[in-house]
């Protein structure tokens, strides 16, 4: 067979595997909307976040929802879902697990704990300590944890949504900035509106819409679909505008640490998600333009608003009005 002929095979497997993830990234983001109502702009983010592999930060005040999210999520996917409770005590262990030692076997034996799960939810992560912080730190940017010198794989797709209370601060420890980088996107839930709220209150909240829930996906499925994803094209252009924000949120006087070039990546990687939730086989400036707040606002450390949020994703938003995209 020649190369002629399989080009066409190939273009149409390509072409239908991102129809694929489009189709699973709609699915999602229909399932998340109707669990966690009036906070369409979280969920699209959280879709997002899924269809591009990476870690969710939701800052927020308790009852908002940030927790129905997570379990929304997990169940969209058909996957197993681990829970895991902030607090000043809690050891590293608790979170990558721990060898024990087997009488029977004379040897010891590793004991997974639940970050080996495909989605986590670290419910206040800022009550945590930071050196079992630091225990996430590998397992999100190498979906592995290493425990008495071993790397242990966890599974893929493997998805951190982590919440933290941004009202409530005695007895906290702050997101040191290699933890926050870690994160793909970051966002807030809000208040929802009072008809929003008044049939919450009458429907009991969102724990009947979530176990009527059906799944979208499977890991496996979701694996492909985020590798269709990252597959979708950027042309240079649009990298260079990529580049262009990034660079820019070094040069603000008022922010003491701009976004690194792993959030110049994770800026692209979200737009590839937002272009093939669109339908879309390649990114634009617009797709950049839009994520640009969500990705790269918790990276900026703001002077006097260290661990601001909402403070650097204002910053973002005025660098993407203020410079010149590239024509489409």
């Not at 969500?294 to 203020?322: D, K, N, P, Q, Y």
Request: charged share 20%; with cysteine; hydrophobic share 45%.
């Amino acid at each position: 067979m020649t190369t002629e002929e399989t080009l066409p095979a190939a273009a149409a497997h390509s072409a239908a595997g991102a129809a694929r993830a489009a189709e699973i990234g709609r699915g999602l983001l229909e399932n998340l909307s109707a669990v966690v109502r009036g906070a369409a702009e979280a969920c699209h983010l959280a879709a997002l976040a899924v269809l591009a592999g990476g870690h969710l930060l939701i800052e927020d005040v308790p009852g908002v929802g940030k927790t129905m999210l997570a379990k929304a999520v997990a169940a969209s996917i058909g996957a197993d879902l681990a829970r895991i409770q902030g607090h000043p005590d809690l050891l590293p262990s608790d979170i990558t697990g721990v060898s024990v030692y087997n009488d029977s076997t004379r040897d010891w034996e590793f004991r997974p704990g639940p970050v080996f799960a495909h989605v986590v939810l670290f419910d206040e992560l800022n009550r945590t300590p930071p050196r079992s912080q630091a225990a996430l730190l590998e397992a999100m940017e190498e979906q592995q944890v290493s425990v008495d010198g071993r790397p242990w794989p966890l599974p893929s797709p493997h998805l951190v949504l982590a919440t933290q209370n941004p009202v409530e601060q005695a007895g906290t420890f702050p997101l040191v900035e290699s933890q926050m980088d870690r994160f793909l996107v970051a966002t807030m839930l809000g208040y929802p509106d009072a008809s929003t709220e008044a049939a919450l209150a009458v429907g009991h909240g969102a724990q009947p819409v979530l176990s009527r829930l059906r799944p979208v996906a499977t890991p496996q499925s979701l694996a492909a679909a985020q590798s269709e994803v990252a597959a979708t094209h950027v042309h240079q252009s649009v990298a260079e505008y990529a580049v262009s924000i990034v660079r820019a949120s070094r040069e603000r006087p008022e922010v003491r640490l701009g976004g690194s070039p792993r959030s110049t990546i994770a800026l692209l990687s979200t737009a590839r998600a937002e272009a093939s939730l669109a339908g879309r086989d390649f990114v634009t400036p617009a797709d950049v333009k839009a994520v640009a707040p969500a990705v790269l606002g918790h990276r900026l450390v703001v002077e006097g608003r260290r661990g601001s949020i909402a403070a650097g994703a204002a910053i973002v938003g005025e660098l993407t009005g203020s410079l010149p995209a590239p024509r489409p």
